[in-house]
């Protein structure tokens, strides 16, 4: 794998995340000079839920898991976004991020992408479609699971009576 | 032989067949209607005297009025071909019944009848079909096919004309009714036929809701309205002259009469056949149809003002007469076509018929009237006559004058109609979807979103936010609460009195920190509470006491002051740096004081940074600029240095203009530039965006005209040197040719991701340098029409909305500019042949275009350019990628070359 993209490489990458889709290939770049390039070993802790947030990821390649006392909540893929989404710094991650393998990331300071969203707003539509996309999956599989509770047996019944 | 004669007369392929059928249409149309026509004056002058015209006349007016809106009332649903079909039927079938009725009854109505029944159909099959010639071609069309198609209307005539010379006497008047209903007849089948069905020009039944209101009412048809009336009782004046100078000189010789009459017809014909097939096109394209339409009243005031200068002959009189018929059937007659294109489609057609049948007859009748008129009270002077026609083709001219004047605002109307409606049937624009995004993120609980959302409205959608103000002051979030007073501060806002003395008891520190500023500025208690504050371990209220501490102390007690700044300054708490930088703000200019503001604007802490840039802002001292400049280049502080720097209005603008016209500065610092100088927004801003030497960095170019239009919007006395402007826009004109051939390149190519990187890329550029040609125009011309134009030509809109556009433009702009655009306005293929023969551009292969891209200054189609020779490993191109590697490459170029050549070598 290689270990560093190209400033065109990483605009690239970016113009094919729902963020971006909005932006110009050559804003995408500009967005792109402002990320940082970082490769994490497996099972390094990239933030803890009590860790004030600072950083925006996106996953080029690998798998990050997102745990929350304890317990997994989602796993973040390669193209997908972590971190703190709401872009509000001073306040904290609220989960923990782990990764599972070898995993490659950009990662965007929150002031520098707040200020890049100032100059291209059509980012920040990007980003609303995205997280309403997010969202919209979230709702689906805690519906998907509230069906699956009322189809389940109840503890000890006999499933085939 | 076809495809020569084509080309010479501007019909595209494509369009050929339609021309032809609508060529031969207008043909029938008028053979038959000039064999009637005779029939009608042999079978009325046989039975009656000559002096019963003039009721004649007066009597057609009202039945040709009747009839059309009898016939528009019954086709007002149909399609326009349906409806001119229908009328071919019945006026064949008519024509057929007359020729019966006068071999079988010799009486005096029936010859009566048939003047007025031949008057009303003959204006109003003409005007159907005008009218289908006008829903098929769009005016950009128009330009070059009405020549022709008005031409078959000519060689109609002369036909018509041959016919009766030849056989009417051998067969009877009457019986060539038959032959004009059986031509009406035969090309029935012709008119379903005109436009293919399915094609993008076929006419929908009802293109639009019919316009029920009095047609008058309107403004643009009632100057229409007014050109044709004045132009045609000056026509029927000239024609009445003629007549009678003829008569006068042949002496009432008959034979005389006939013999000059059948050259004058002969030459008239001829002219205008030829004058309609070589010329119409190219006057209509060179000059515009609203200079064409103008050159008919010209000339009759030249001619009228020469009679009235020389003896009256039959020479001037014939001059006159042939300049005005052969006009009218010819140049003009195309010309004025045009003036019915900017009228809503269920308008025109209304319009349309009412100004050939109504008006053409009413202004006959006035003109009978006129002169019937000035022979009781002037006699038959023909001196006195010219000068009645002088000051009739003056008052012509006049009424064209305003009417020219009213087309181009028509022409807006029009286009503005046609792009919204092509808008509401497409996607909503961005901008809409960004604001309508930004009200629902305003409403967050997340402060930060919530302020991001706040000042993407301060400057998307101000008046939006101020309707929000009053819902704002209960916000969950203080920071939004703050900026909602800060917003309320101005004491002229509307909503400000009534809110202030609840905003003093917000539980928000910062709310009332801002709530105090305004109090303390308003209300003359303010200096208890702030001593109070002063000593609180809250720092928010002692940022505030500190403020009004610093706004109201007097010059001698500054050094107190300074060491309170000291203390606060020594703290180490970013809150208490800020609240000195706020703080200071407040005071009025004392380089003592302020000093300390320079060490603030390096401060390591963002937020203490930016309360600095501001304060530097109000403030104000020179010094400040310096540190302020390249404060533009960083993300964080851009915003906020950008309005301390333009806080200084004139006084910085000579400073700002030396950072942007050089080179060696920083082009991150320098983009930025521009928006500082169109905050200031005077001339000598404008005239420093200017002076900036010509740039090949793309988002500098757009930023620099982004900055000219935005002072002009704000500004309509700022004056843009033409010569500059348009050198800059022949320089953006060729560059989109340069682009456009890149394009035509790569999208031959097979699809990749470099491919997709460097064609998006180049197609990007494409619709920016597009975008910047249409602002630089916006400086010259009326930007908001030159703004839909823009809309209207990018892309997304319809055929016509287009056309609508390209007919704006070409009506507006300056024939030297009109010039410039050409290439762009053309269709694709031309556009080829203009690059090499306007610029010397050529058409690129593959390599030609990556050399040309690698070679050139646009560093990011530079780098694009590289990553695609890198990404395709084409090894041939090694050399061309080690020649990109220079000392004087940016950055970016730099990476991508090195990136590049690694691959080339791997392989």
Known sequence: ?161 | MLEVVSRRLGIRPTERRMVARLFWLHFALITSYTLSRATRDAVFLATHRAQLLPYIFIALAFFTALVSVLLGRASRQQQLQRSLAQMLVLCGATLFGFGLLFHLQRGPVPPIAFYLWNGAYGLILVSLFWALVSEAADPREARRLLGVIGAGGILGGMVGGAVTSAIGAAIGPESMLYLAGAILLAVVPLVSRVLDAGSSRAIPVVSEPVDERPLLRDLYVRRVALFFLVGGVTASLLDYQFKVALQVSSGGDRMQMARFLGYYYTVLNAGGILLQLLAAGYLLRRFGASNVSGLLPTGLVVGTTLALLRPPSLLLATGLRMWDAGMRVSLAKSAWEFLFFPLPSGLRRRAKTFVDAVVDRFSEALAGLLILGFVAVVGTSPRAFSLMIFLFSGLWMWANWRLQRAYVRQLSTSLRRLVVDDAETAEGPAEAQIIQEAHHMLASTFERRALYAFELLERMDPVGLDRRLGELQDHPAAGVRARAVGRLADPAHPLASPLLRNILHDSSPAVRDAAIQLYAARYGDAQTQMEEMLESSNAAARAAALTHLVSRSDAGSEPAVAARLDSFLESGAASDRRAVAQALAKRPRSPFLHAKLLQLLGDADLDVRRDAIATAGAVRLREFVPALVPLLSQTATREAARSALAAYGNRVVGTIGDYLADASVAIAMRRELPRVLAEIGTQEAANELLRVPFTTDSVLLTRLVKAQNKIRRRNSKVVFPRVAVREALQRDIEQWLRLHMHVETWEREDRSRARDLLLGSLQERLEVTFGRIFRRLGLLYPAEEIFLGYRALAGGQSRRTRAQALEYLDTTLLPEDRRLLVPLLEEPDRRLVLAESLYGIRSFDRVSSLVDLVRGTDAWLQACALFVIGFARWEDLADLVRGALGPEASPLVQETATWSLARLEES
């Open chain 1, 1 to 161: 794998m290689k270990e560093t993209l190209t400033t065109i490489e990483k605009a690239l990458f970016l113009k094919e995340l729902e963020f971006f889709s909005q932006v110009g290939i050559e804003q995408a770049a500009e967005i792109a000079a402002l990320a940082e390039e970082v490769h994490f070993e497996p099972g390094h802790v990239i933030f803890q839920a009590s860790d004030p947030s600072a950083h925006v990821f996106l996953v080029i390649e690998g798998n990050i898991i997102a745990e929350k006392d304890g317990i997994v909540t989602t796993v973040i893929g390669a193209g997908k976004g972590f971190g703190d989404l709401t872009l509000t710094p001073e306040g904290l991650y609220g989960f923990d991020a782990r990764t599972v393998e070898h995993t490659h990331v950009l990662r965007f300071s929150i002031d520098d992408l707040v200020e890049t969203m100032h100059e291209h707003p059509e980012m920040a539509v990007g980003m609303v479609r995205a997280l309403a996309l997010r969202l919209r999956e979230a709702s689906q599989q805690l519906a998907d699971l509230g069906r699956q509770l009322q189809d389940s047996p109840p503890c000890g019944e006999d499933p085939s009576s």
